[in-house]
């Protein structure tokens, strides 16, 4: 008789939730839906970004039913992990309770990158970069996540 192995309950989390955290939950769920249970949100809500929904779109993963969300929004989870995918979301990442553990693994932004281009392969060719760097962080969970790990303010 099997057991049911119990998923990682995994946050990813940014500034804005519009683009890479909304990046790393749909990799989440496409490629480790097995073994962990993905969220994204972020510090505010600044909307879906539609660049990072094509370019997910153009890999083979939807994210066009994604909303952006705070975690408040998302409810009562107890988190295993809090992945911060920017410095500003590192810096004020808000206290999560129980045992959560929160890991910084900062890419850098596609909107800021390309704010000066005009739409087209040149801006697109950004998103796809960062999409790629984010799947393959992706890719080696969640062995990645628990070397790490850190508690904030841990007394242990």
Same mark, same amino acid.
């Given at each position: ?57 153009? +890999?083979?993963?939807?994210?066009? #039913? ?5 975690? %408040? &929004?998302?409810? !009562? ?47 697109? +060719?950004?998103?796809?970069?960062? #999409? ?5 962080? %992706? &890719?080696?969970? !969640? ?14």
């Amino acid at each position: 008789m099997q057991t049911a192995v119990r998923k990682l309950k995994v946050l990813f989390l940014c500034t804005g939730n519009s683009c890479r955290s909304q990046m790393a939950e749909g990799w989440a769920r496409a490629l480790k839906g097995d073994v962990l249970e993905p969220y994204s949100a972020g510090l505010e809500k600044h909307g879906m970004n539609r660049h990072a929904i094509q370019v997910m779109a153009e +890999a083979g993963v939807d994210i066009s #039913r994604h909303y952006s969300k705070t975690p %408040v &929004e998302i409810g !009562p989870v107890e988190f295993d992990y809090v992945v911060t995918v920017c410095g500003h979301a590192d810096e004020h990442c808000p206290v999560f309770p129980g045992r959560t553990k929160v890991v910084h693994v900062g890419f850098e932004d596609p909107p800021t990158l390309t704010r000066h281009l005009p739409d087209g392969e040149e801006k697109l +060719a950004v998103y796809r970069r960062v #999409r790629d760097e984010i799947r393959r962080f %992706v &890719e080696g969970l !969640p062995g990645g996540l628990k070397s790490e790990a850190r508690k904030p303010d841990a007394q242990e």
